[in-house]
Each structure stands twice: as C-alpha cells, then as structure tokens.
C-alpha cells in the first residue's frame, strides 16, 4: 500500500495515532489512522463506571 510511513506519531487522534503516509501508486501524501489496543474493552468500562455513578448519583436531592 505505501512506500513510506512515518516512524513517529503525527498526531494523536481520540481512539488512535495517526502517520503521515505515502502511496506507492502516485505519491500522494495520506494520513494513517492506527486504532489503539483494547479500545471496544477500554469503553466499554468506562461507560459502565459513568452509568452506575449517573445512578448512583440520582439518590441524592438536587441543588437548586
């Protein structure tokens, strides 16, 4: 697919990194998102953790 790819991180996306990139067909320049380990797992988690603290939260009056 491409004849280079960047060695270092360009830049930090919300659930990977991303490398700059070149096709080896014309050269175009590409960006290349690689999906960090674990995500599905690792979100899963958390949006547990937030649910049971939003119902946890609900047995205690609200401010006014």
């Known amino acids: 697919m491409n004849r280079y790819l ?3 991180e ?3 996306a919300s659930l990977g990194q991303v490398y700059k990139g070149r096709l080896k067909e014309n050269g ?3 960006a ?3 999906q960090r380990p674990f995500v599905l797992e690792t979100v899963t988690i ?3 953790i937030i649910r049971n603290l939003g119902l946890a939260l609900r ?3 609200q401010a006014s």
């Open 46 to 48: 958390d949006l547990f």
């Open 59 to 61: 047995k205690f009056p």
């Open 28 to 30: 175009d320049l590409v």
């Open 10 to 12: 360009t830049y930090a």
């Open 6 to 8: 960047s060695f270092f």
């Open 32 to 34: 290349v998102k690689v």
